[in-house]
């Protein structure tokens, strides 16, 4: 099965300043790759998928960019982070089917 | 496009009896349905799925859930809770007709009272 490796775990940024999280997936091959973010414990926002490399699909417009380089990479970035992109970030997988598998998160606080 | 709506923020069982947490989606085609639970500060485990089949599906812990195609529901259920279930859940649904989308719920805490 799939695992999924999200870094950093947890991340302080001043307003401003850039972003870059990674994650990473082994056990699969072409997988469908998703970030989404999670505010105060709550509901999951879709920010963007990926079906293939160099392949994104933004859900919601805002600030932030995602990269797909390599068939198991998928990078979550910011030029400007804003206080409101705090939250926890989490990424995913899935087949085109079946299940959507999770990394262990990270967390962003802009302060 | 497809939605989810879990209308329970919150719900409180006593440990030992029933439990069910709601959950109603909105899509074009057929729908792929997902059941995740997530602990505090950690990514989202799945519990259980309904692809085709059986309307009744069993999961993970003890946990099953119903696909009801006339009321688009998929309500989970547990015969009887234990504190070690009190959690966030999601519900999730993919449309098969745009099956690389998936949205979830906005989430419902479960509390097992002792």
């Known amino acids: 099965s799939q695992t999924i490796h999200q870094w950093p775990a947890t991340l302080v940024q001043p307003v401003g300043s850039p972003l870059s999280l990674e994650c990473t997936v082994e056990?699969?091959?072409?997988?469908?790759l998703y970030w989404y973010r999670q505010a105060a414990g709550r509901g999951l926002q879709l920010l963007f998928y990926?079906?293939?490399?160099?392949?994104i699909s933004s859900e919601v417009p805002q600030n932030l960019s995602a990269s797909r380089p390599q068939d198991r990479q998928f990078i979550l970035s910011s030029k400007k982070l804003l206080l409101s992109d705090s939250g926890f970030y989490l990424c995913?997988?899935?087949?085109?089917?079946?299940?959507?598998?999770f990394g262990e998160g990270s967390w962003l606080t802009v302060v | 496009a497809q939605s989810v709506a879990q209308p329970e923020d919150q719900v409180n069982v006593a440990e030992g009896n029933p439990l069910t947490v709601k959950c109603t989606y909105s899509?074009?085609?057929?729908?792929?349905l997902f059941w995740y639970v997530q602990y505090p500060n950690r990514g989202l485990q799945f519990l259980l799925k309904?692809?085709?089949?059986?309307?009744l599906v069993k999961g993970s812990y003890g946990f099953e859930a119903e696909f009801n195609k006339s009321q688009t529901s998929f309500h989970l259920k547990k015969p009887s809770a234990l504190v070690s279930d009190s959690a966030l859940y999601f519900c999730?649904?993919?449309?098969?007709?745009?099956?690389?989308?998936?949205?979830f719920g906005k989430g419902t805490r479960l509390h097992i009272l002792p």
């Open positions: 995913a997988c899935s087949d085109r089917v079946n299940t959507i598998y």
């Open positions: 056990g699969t091959s072409n997988p469908n």
């Open positions: 990926s079906v293939g490399i160099g392949q």
């Open positions: 899509v074009s085609g057929n729908p792929y």
């Open positions: 309904y692809i085709t089949g059986d309307n």
């Open positions: 999730a649904v993919r449309d098969i007709r745009d099956v690389d989308k998936i949205i």
